[in-house]
């Protein structure tokens, strides 16, 4: 059964001049004037799709909710069906990895799961992926496409180079696939069908998307995007970390590339006969636009590659991917690419389900709110409220009070998010913290701050990702007059021997003298203002923060190390705090210098 009040999206086109994009925002404008009403029949409409199921069961069985109106029902269900974890569907979902049938979280079968790229929590999560899963990707994919083109309009007929790369699939015992949900979508109908409306618009054809080996398929995304360089509208990936991967790439084959535009051929790394002769088809030799890319390229190499972005795509209106979150360190590298063009990041969603959509795609990353669509899922917000007045650090303890409906949230106020989903999730905490930043008509506009989960924390200090994030650019911060940089970094909670120490793990693009690190090391250790940390680090129950600092290209084989465990590039996130053994051996093997702050001494 379709979502309530949804929007036939079928053509998700990207152009600027369709009717669609029209069409499509006044479906949002008018959803999210009457977002509380429409919420409540959301629910209505799950619940009565998957009555009788074995897990909703426990506490709905005795109700005949067939014959309730929705706001009965909503009320029914948020005072008996308890608020749960990831956790406590898990024991459903291996049944129904392991071949059972009967409905435990949905009536309508489940065929296929969704992997989560474990970089989050650690460890990788089978969520449902549903025909509701692959239709709302289109859907949020064409509205933020047509609140794009109001700001920043395309020529018809033009090009995306787009960073996108599907994973491996693979079957459970009882015979359903699983994958990552970015591979789901590029294999369903849906994605076929935008593909079919627009495929004078994407520079890679389907065999480079899903060739299976990251390397190669960047490698053919940069010489197509280059051969169609004059075509390209705007470049975009699921997360900007694919491009920036995409660019650093470049830097080191931008010779190769040059010589089979020149040559109309392909260079031997690329083996995977499917995707070799699929690029072979698109491109023929052209010596003049070969003699340009590569005079720009010297050019581009004095200035350390800046402004690469408008340098060789000179048509390219706006960079679009995910830039929040996890993925704000790469924002600086992304900038020295793109030079004056706009970044617009992209909507905001999770493995489990899309929340909102970035409608003002004038604002820079940073400023950036979503607006919830409250058609996805059935949306409810934990208030939290920081124990102690004034506390800077983002991991203070929140005190938390009873979830409340998206109806009643008030702005500037701080919620974690709970879903209930067309796909068998009910009351699931996602862990995100988000604040109120406004209103879109009836829904909220959400900025992310953080994860609630702890990344780093011995004893009684608690970080989590935000906070080393914002250590990490304080620490780098001393290394922009030495014209250096901070490629990638992770972090560690060293309890091996007391008292413990959080290690940081540095790359570094550039040369810097050992006296400088050090003075970065001393920097990020004063630079956490948890109150925990501060008052262990001067009793010295935590001992001094370690900076290490790896060869050029562990990140990589880090990534090579996830890639290899089944996640996709497009979406993996490099993890910023590690216990993991095997991140560990790679990150101790490619140790070179370390350093201890000085700090509290």
């Not at 409905?103 to 992926?129: A, D």
């Not at 052209?286 to 340009?292: I, M, Q, W, Y």
């Not at 996890?326 to 909507?347: F, I």
């Not at 989960?453 to 911060?477: M, Y």
Request: neutral net charge; aromatic residues 10%.
């Amino acid at each position: 059964m379709e979502p309530v009040l949804s929007h036939d999206n079928s053509s998700g086109s990207h152009g600027s001049n369709s009717n669609d994009g029209h069409d499509i925002i006044g479906w949002f404008e008018d959803v999210t004037e009457k977002a509380g009403s429409v919420q409540t029949q959301i629910l209505s409409q799950i619940l009565k799709q998957n009555h009788g199921v074995e897990y909703l069961d426990k506490w709905l069985g005795r109700f005949n909710i067939l014959d309730m109106d929705a706001c009965a029902l909503e009320s029914l269900f948020t005072s008996v069906v308890p608020l749960a974890s990831h956790e406590d569907f898990e024991p459903f979902i291996q049944r129904i990895a392991d071949g059972d049938t009967t409905p435990l979280l949905t009536r309508q079968p489940i065929t296929t799961l969704s992997l989560s790229s474990g970089t989050t929590e650690g460890k990788q999560k089978l969520v449902p992926f549903t025909r509701h899963s692959a239709q709302t990707t289109l859907q949020v994919f064409t509205l933020s496409a047509a609140y794009r083109s109001r700001v920043y309009p395309i020529r018809e007929g033009g090009r995306i180079l787009e960073f996108i790369y599907s994973s491996n699939q693979f079957q459970t015992k009882g015979g359903l696939r699983v994958g990552t949900a970015t591979t789901h979508y590029y294999a369903s109908q849906e994605f076929k069908i935008k593909q079919e409306k627009t495929k004078s618009f994407t520079c890679s054809p389907d065999e480079v998307i899903s060739g299976g080996d990251y390397r190669q398929a960047t490698y053919c995304h940069l010489l197509l995007g280059l051969y169609f360089s004059d075509q390209v509208e705007f470049i975009t990936s699921a997360f900007v970390f694919s491009i920036v991967q995409a660019f650093r790439s470049f830097e080191e084959l931008w010779r190769d590339i040059c010589n089979d535009i020149k040559e109309g051929s392909l260079n031997s790394r690329i083996n995977v006969p499917k995707m070799r002769k699929a690029v072979l088809n698109l491109i023929s030799p052209n010596s003049s636009l070969a003699l340009r890319v590569g005079a720009a390229c010297l050019e581009l190499e004095e200035v350390n590659w800046s402004g690469l972005i408008p340098k060789l795509w000179p048509n390219v209106k706006y960079v679009y991917s995910i830039m929040t979150g996890s993925m704000q360190p790469y924002l600086r590298k992304l900038r020295h690419y793109a030079d004056e063009l706009p970044l617009v990041t992209a909507d905001y969603g999770s493995t489990e389900s899309w929340i909102g959509v970035n409608a003002d795609p004038s604002l820079p990353p940073e400023n950036v709110t979503y607006a919830v669509v409250p058609t996805f899922s059935y949306f409810e917000f934990i208030p939290l409220h920081r124990q102690k007045q004034g506390c800077t650090s983002f991991a203070d303890d929140f005190m938390e009070d009873l979830p409340i409906p998206l109806s009643q949230v008030k702005a500037g106020q701080e919620y974690e998010i709970v879903l209930t989903t067309f796909t068998g999730l009910y009351r699931c905490r996602l862990g995100d913290v988000v604040e109120v930043g406004g209103f879109h008509r009836g829904t909220p506009k959400l900025n992310f701050i953080c994860r609630r989960k702890l990344i780093l924390t011995i004893n009684i200090d608690k970080n989590t990702e935000k906070d080393l994030q914002r250590v990490v650019e304080r620490g780098s911060e001393l290394l922009n007059k030495e014209e250096a940089e901070v490629v990638d970094f992770t972090s560690y909670a060293d309890v091996s021997k007391p008292p413990g120490h959080y290690v940081i793990y540095w790359e570094i693009k550039g040369k810097v003298d050992d006296e400088l690190l050090h003075k970065c090391c001393t920097q990020m250790d004063v630079s956490f203002v948890d109150h925990g940390y501060v008052v262990s680090r001067k009793t010295h129950s935590i001992g001094p923060l370690e900076l290490r600092l790896v060869k050029p290209g562990t990140f990589k084989r880090i990534l090579d190390h996830f890639v290899a465990s089944g996640a996709a590039l497009g979406q993996f996130k490099t993890p910023r705090c590690t216990s993991n053994p095997g991140l560990l051996t790679i990150l101790s093997a490619s140790t070179i210098r370390t350093f201890r702050s000085t700090a509290y001494a």
